[in-house]
């Protein structure tokens, strides 16, 4: 899940409570967002590719996600 906001409080942690509250305990999710601090200004490329929110973080974080599931 990824999504250009900090991940604490964020869709993707409401979409955790959404599985817990199915008790959808098997389902697994990387969530991928801005770690809760300060973030300096800059191009949203430049953001993006520092947080790993560009299409390479994205597939780092999906292979990531695979790895686990092996």
């Not at 869709?11 to 008790?23: I, R």
């Not at 790993?52 to 092996?70: D, E, F, P, T």
Request: avoid cysteine; proline fraction near 3%.
């Amino acid at each position: 899940m990824v999504e250009e906001n900090i991940r604490q409080g964020g869709f993707g942690a409401a979409v955790m409570e959404l599985f817990n509250d199915l008790n959808l305990d098997d389902v697994r999710i990387r969530r991928l967002g801005l770690p809760d601090k300060f973030i300096e200004h800059g191009t949203p490329d430049f953001l993006r590719e520092k947080y790993g929110l560009n299409a390479s973080g994205i597939v780092k974080g999906a292979k990531a996600l695979l790895a686990r599931a092996g």
